[in-house]
Structure formats: structure tokens, C-alpha cells
């Protein structure tokens, strides 16, 4: 056998390093392939009669470059065998019952979730196997979070020459390249895995990270399908597993959907160009964010929704003032409207869609599906260790994240309760401290902020004016327009309001709901008013910076006693 070891150029994150693999893994005579996107090379194992030139033709029509390269010869003929067990089934770990075992805990999933339970777990020092079948990371770093907000205020800046409101300063809009904006954002993704991630399992031995697919075949055991395609199945056991394998895009049955294609977030994301036309399902936060993304990157945006308002979720007041920002920026939207059908004319696209004024034909170029999500679990094999989901495919749990398996618990989007990434490490955390120490805690989601960064920013925490209602509360409520904060004038950013929920008799703060500039930073303030029991009254007399957005928290508390239009300033 042989071993070559080839500098690769050009790669820039876990999906170029997939893609050497792919094309690597074609020649003929390769049998295992490592590449390291660190190090900038891959190390091959081969056949003696091995064509390296063959193999280096296969990097560079992989779309990277092949640098220096080395051959030398090895003795080792089976990798599988060859293996250390922490290179692949860990050496066993005997248990009071006297069965062995191949890890104190296995982990499915290798997002937020997964490493804080995987954390929690490391630093009892016990051993740990994280399986990931994607990229590590999870979708916040990956498809979600890190990269959309990188877009969004991309789009920001792009769009803010159209929007400048300073008088006596000419900013002017020239041009727009995407394919180096993705590159960009793809620099910066590498980046932050090797920080966030890959520099933890460094800091944490204990930790075995596997790159594959893990499907249960007992209630004890998982087998693994290795990412590397030159790598054998194999299994892992254990007594104890958390399954944190999030959720994917729901994909609307459309007719004609397979001949026009469509993007998830995930795709759109890597789009090397600004579409014309961008054509999408969906009314509620992803939708909401890329549609003005792509708006300000200069697409003719059209959002389709079979709702009777955008962000559904969130308060009627919010959703109306949004709408019309969105709608004055130049996306269209139909709602209460179905796409019927989709197809192609002479290598144009289009959709037939349903409005409430008859049928709409419109062409178009891209279309994202962003018609909510479901539970990535259809991989898993859950029968096989008596773990039950919903027709969505979500992890069924009970309060303390417990699966209907005794040994395996959920954390998560998996577990279908909340989708954000604060909350998933927040649940692996609890998940570990439950299923490790049996210490039966309940999360607590009653100050759970949340946003939507459109802009401006869409943030709650609490309970909305209908959960309050259907909770048994009797209530009062303030409706503050933004305009009237002095900061909001000052840096002309002055659409949006914050609406107040609290309890009639006591003043208790419910609820805390803004469109604001930055809200998302203003709502963690407001978090901790409803951690701890704030009343309106408590609110209205804090003493804070000046000015800053911020303020408009007291000033909409004021608002429940006084006529804010008559106050001075920190009055």
C-alpha cells in the first residue's frame, strides 16, 4: 500500500473538504481518504499501482488547486483494523451491570444542542461520542443564524444609499457581487467552526467527534455510516443517548415543483448571483428576513402566504406595520393566496397562484421554499429504540426533555417545543444534567426573548396579548409608537412601536413586543424585566443611558398612567 499526502488549495469550509473527498474517493485504487481543511491537504491511503496523477487531476476538477505531494509506502492494508479505539469504536466501558459499553454517553446531532450536553458531560469526565452527519456547527452557524445575518446587513449597507435620510450627505448605490459575498461569508463560517467547535474538542479529550450518519439498531447501540465513503459501517454503544439532530425545511407537495426546482435557505445562501425575480412560500421569519434581504439586493421580491398577515406569531399591531415597511421597500405580497401550480414555458418559469382576486400567473427565477420546518429524525430508525415522534417528525418529550425511551433524551428544534439556538444549548445542558444525574429540572422558556431581523428588528419575550387572554389574565395594554423616542429621531429610525402587555390588578409585566432599530439588543433588557416580576410602575421610573432606543421601554410603561406627548425628556 501507499500513502500520499497532497497540499490542497482553495478550500474554504466542510463542504469543499466533502467535495475532495468525492472526487478523491473515484479514482481507482484509493482506499481511505483524510483531508484536513486546516492543514490545506489530504492524506490518502491506495493501492502500490496507485495513478497519482490521476488523483491530482481529480482535485483540480474538483474545483481546487493541488500543490506539493508526497509518496511514501506504509504497510498498513485494512484502515478499519488498523483503528485505535478513539480513531473509531471506543474501548468499552464496564457499567454496575456488569454489561460493557463503548461510551458513557452517545450524542446525535452536532449542533448547540449536542455540545453543551456533550460539555456538561466532558467535564464530569466521562467519555463521549458525538455523531454529525452534516457540517459541525449545526443550522445556526451553518444555514441559519451567523451566515442570514451576514446577508442581511449586507443588504443593509447596499440599500442604505436609497435610504439616506441625512441631508448634506450623497452616498450613491454602484454595484453588487454575490459570488464574492458568499466567498466572503464562507471565510468567515470556517472560521468560526474552528473557534466555536473544532477548538473545543481540542480543550475537551473526552469528546470523540465522528463525522457520519447514526441510525439506532437496539436501544443501546447505533450504527454509523462514515461521511467518508471509503470508511465500513460500524457500531457504538452505550446506556445513554441524547438525540439533537434539529430539524430540516418542510417541502410543500406543488405541482410542477420537481421541473421549476426550488431553494432552501441553505442554497440560497450560496447563490452566486442577484435573481430578478425571487418568488417565496412562506409569511413568517425566514421568509420575512430574505425576502427584504433580496429586496435590497435589487430582486423583485413576491411573498406567497396563506395567512391573513405576515409573522403570524407575533402581535396584529406588529405584523400590519411591518407589512407596510415591506411592502413601501417594494416587496409584494399576496396573502391569503395558494401557488396552485409551477411550471416552464421555453426555459421560463411560472407560478399559478391563487389570490383572493382570482388567479395570478406570474414569471420568476428563483423560488424558496420557506414554508416552515419539520423534525430531521426520518434517518434515525427511532423504532428500533422505542422512540416515538409526531406526524412532523419531532422527538416526543416530556418536561424533563425524556424521550418514551428511558435512556434517551431530546434538545433541540428535534424536540418541536422552540427553534432557536439560545434555547437548544440551553436544552442539551438540562437534557445531560437529567439523563446523567437524575436531577429531574424543567426548562423554563417564560423569558425566552426571540427576533426577527428584518429592519427594523421584530423581538417579544413573554406572553402575547392572546396568550395572556387565554391564561385567565385580566389585562392592560400600551401601544407605544417608536417616533416618540428621542433616539429614534435623532438617528431618523423612526418606524415601529413596542406593545406592553401586564396584569390589570398587580401591573405585572406579561409581555414585551417591539419593531424597533435593534430591538434585539433592547429586548434582552426587557427579558430581565420579566424575570423578575417587573410591574409597569417599576418600568416607567428606571434610570437609564440617554438617549438610546432602550428608552422607548419606559416610555411605553409611561404611557399606561400619562399622555407621552406631553413629557419633557427622561422625564
Known sequence: MKTIDIEVNGMTCEHCVARVNKFISAVPGVKHIDTFLKENKTHILADNDINVKAIILSIENAGYKPGKYEVSETEKTDKNAAMTPTEGV????????????????????????????????????????????WVIGGTCLNRGCVPSKHFIEAGRIYYEPLNNKYKGIEIMQKSIDMKTLVK???????????????NVLEGYPQIKFINGTGRFISKNAVEI????????????????????????????????????????????????????????????ALALEFAQMFCRFGSKVIIVGRANR?????????????????????VEILLGSAIKKLYKKESVKYAEIETGSGIKIIEFDEFLMAAGIVGNSTELNLNAAGVETDKDGFIAVN????????????????????????????????????????????????????????????????????????????????????????????????????????????????????????????????????????TVEMVGREIGVYPTMAESLKLCAQTFTKDISKLSCCA
Open 399 to 534: 418536561e424533563e426533555l425524556k424521550t418514551s425511551a428511558d435512556n434517551i433524551y431530546a434538545a433541540g428544534d428535534i424536540t418541536g417545543k422552540w427553534f432557536f439556538v439560545t434555547t437548544a444549548a440551553y436544552e442539551g445542558k438540562i437534557a445531560a444534567s437529567n439523563l446523567l444525574d437524575g436531577t429531574h429540572i424543567k426548562p423554563d422558556y417564560s423569558a425566552v426573548a426571540h427576533t426577527t431581523f428584518t429592519d427594523p428588528e421584530v423581538s417579544s419575550v413573554g406572553l402575547t396579548e392572546e396568550q395572556a387572554l387565554k391564561a385567565g389574565y385580566n389585562i392592560d395594554k400600551a401601544v407605544f409608537p417608536i417616533g416618540y423616542t428621542p433616539k429614534a429621531q435623532a438617528i431618523f429610525k423612526t418606524e415601529g412601536l413596542v406593545k406592553m402587555i401586564a396584569e390589570k390588578e398587580t401591573g405585572k409585566v406579561l409581555g414585551i413586543h417591539m419593531l424597533a432599530h435593534n430591538s434585539s439588543e433592547t429586548i434582552q433588557q426587557a427579558s430581565v424585566y420579566i424575570q423578575n416580576n417587573y
Open 184 to 198: 466572503e461569508k464562507n471565510i468567515l463560517l470556517t472560521a468560526l467552526r474552528q473557534v466555536k467547535y473544532y
Open 90 to 133: 471506543s474501548a468499552t466501558r464496564k457499567k454496575n451491570d456488569d454489561v460493557s459499553y463503548d461510551y458513557d454517553l452517545i450524542i446525535i446531532g452536532g449542533g448547540s444542542a449536542a455540545f453543551s450536553a456533550a460539555i456538561y458531560a466532558a467535564e464530569k469526565n466521562l467519555k463521549i461520542c458525538v455523531i454529525e452527519n
Open 310 to 330: 405576515v409573522a403570524l406569531n407575533e402581535e396584529p399591531e406588529i405584523s400590519k406595520e411591518l407589512e407596510n415597511i415591506l411592502r413601501n421597500e417594494g
Open 225 to 284: 455510516i462514515p461521511a467518508d465513503s471509503a470508511e465500513q459501517p460500524f457500531t457504538v454503544s452505550s446506556d445513554k443517548f441524547i438525540i439533537a439532530t434539529g430539524s430540516k425545511n418542510r417541502i410543500l407537495d406543488i405541482p410542477g415543483l420537481e421541473d421549476t426546482g426550488y431553494m432552501t435557505n441553505t442554497e440560497l445562501l450560496e447563490i452566486g448571483y442577484v435573481p430578478k425575480t425571487l418568488l417565496i412560500q412562506g409569511t413568517r
